[in-house]
């Protein structure tokens, strides 16, 4: 199906009562299978791990059935929290052995960091989308207790953020890894990758024993991520010197516009508890005139990526680029603009916006992050649009339960066809799924 036509179908078809009851019974299913007792994994198979931004999308979807669950997805994630306030984007579960994850526990050493918990972690991090987990976790199941436990922990993630990785002092916040865009192997990171040297692997890629390397990053991508990795842990996880001796300082514009949500997020949050608002709403208020001032194109209607080594724009048009819509403080006519971005080079209209603009040059409809479309950011966008243009969001709603009744919940899609791709049972597909569905 082309993708006009599959267009129009998004606008008219829609999910019979009956096998919307099935499809949140299965999404359902799929959350209690990945649920070990304290935490979620990903996926049994490809992601046996807990995932710092993957358990802050699965908190939302089970906080409308199993809200304790929800609460302590959160909670079990921080108890791994650093003592620099940073959340590791991998916290290790003991009981799965070495070998069934690359890199596992013995590769990032985390013990050997002064600032590491317990818990065997990675020491990169993730998009912050965790504040907005849990007060969106509270406003489906209210409970003050919680909000008061977490929130000193998600306050100190965010200083983290704000005291740390904002080496160029232009209030942007920087990420060291691609992993930590969670859009692992975006077509933006190729410009700034190429200048990290590679070396061949020395372990065996476990990824690819689950999912086909047509799927996957290539080799070269891995290496570079190993590498960068590597000089990172080296380094001893800082980041008092990372314009001078890192090879990857990025400020990208999905990690910044959820650092301002979160801000938002912390805001509604203290005011909750008791606490002082402001200081959150001024921080969300200067991220995003910072976000303006850096990163918005005018003449792509986007956000960009900015390669802070070098100072560039990184002019590739992905999806990250319209997750700024999610920053309340956002200025209507560059909302706007967003949103004519979304449907004109995104294909709103047509199904889950592609992680990357189709007829790009490195558009692949079914490689990881360089073209499929994920169940998370069109979360996000609908997120950003239900206060904005409310029909729009409706229709992306609908879109997203229309592709996981056909595909089921998979880790990414076809943009056109909606044929899933990566892992099956995916944790934020079934997650994100329920949580529209219960907005309906």
């Given at each position: ?315 590739v048009d992905s999806v990250a680029g319209l997750i700024p819509l999610i920053l309340p403080d956002l200025p209507g006519d560059i909302a706007d603009r967003l949103i004519d971005t979304a449907v004109t080079r995104f294909g709103l209209y047509a199904g889950l916006p592609p992680s990357y ?84």
């Open positions: 199906m082309t993708a006009p036509l599959r267009a129009q179908a998004s606008r008219t078809a829609t999910v019979a009562a009956p096998a919307i009851d099935d499809l949140r019974e299965a999404a359902v299913r799929v959350l209690s299978a990945n649920w070990t007792g304290t935490h979620s994994v990903p996926s049994r198979t490809l992601y046996p791990h807990q995932w710092s931004w993957d358990s802050a999308f699965i908190a939302i979807g089970l906080a409308g059935w199993a809200p304790e669950r929800a609460r302590r997805e959160l909670l079990t994630l921080f108890d791994a929290q650093w003592r620099d306030g940073r959340i590791p984007h991998i916290v290790f579960s003991p009981s799965v052995p070495e070998e069934a994850y690359f890199p596992g526990p013995a590769f990032w050493r985390s013990h050997e960091a002064p600032a590491a918990p317990r818990a065997a972690t990675s020491g990169i991090v993730q998009p912050p989308v965790h504040a907005l987990a849990a007060w969106r976790v509270h406003q489906l199941a209210p409970d003050r207790a919680f909000l008061r436990e977490i929130y000193p922990r998600l306050v100190a993630q965010q200083e983290y953020l704000r005291t740390h990785r904002r080496p160029a002092g232009d209030g942007l916040v920087a990420i060291v890894h691609p992993w930590e865009s969670g859009m692992d192997n975006s077509p933006a990171w190729d410009e700034p990758l190429a200048a990290v040297p590679a070396e061949p692997l020395r372990e065996r890629r476990r990824d690819l024993t689950h999912v086909a390397a047509d799927e996957r990053p290539t080799d070269l991508d891995y290496q570079r991520y190993v590498a960068l990795a590597t000089a990172y842990r080296d380094g001893g996880y800082r980041d008092d010197r990372l314009l001078d001796e890192h090879a990857f300082v990025v400020a990208d514009p999905l990690f910044n516009a959820a650092y301002g949500a979160a801000e938002a997020a912390l805001a509604d949050i203290a005011a909750e508890i008791g606490g002082d608002p402001y200081p959150h709403l001024e921080e969300a208020e200067a991220v995003t005139r910072a976000m303006i001032d850096r990163l918005f194109d005018p003449t792509r209607n986007l956000f960009l990526a900015r390669d802070l080594l070098t100072g560039k724009a990184l002019p603009a189709p007829g790009g040059p490195a558009f692949e409809r079914a490689r990881y992050w360089r073209g499929p479309a994920w169940v998370n950011t069109a979360w996000l966008l609908w997120h950003g649009l239900r206060q904005r243009r409310a029909e729009l969001a409706t229709l992306l709603a609908e879109s997203i339960i229309q592709v996981t009744a056909t595909s089921g919940f998979r880790e990414y899609f076809d943009p056109f066809t909606w044929e899933g791709h990566g892992c099956h049972d995916f944790g934020w597909s079934a997650a994100l799924t329920l949580d529209v569905l219960d907005a309906r």
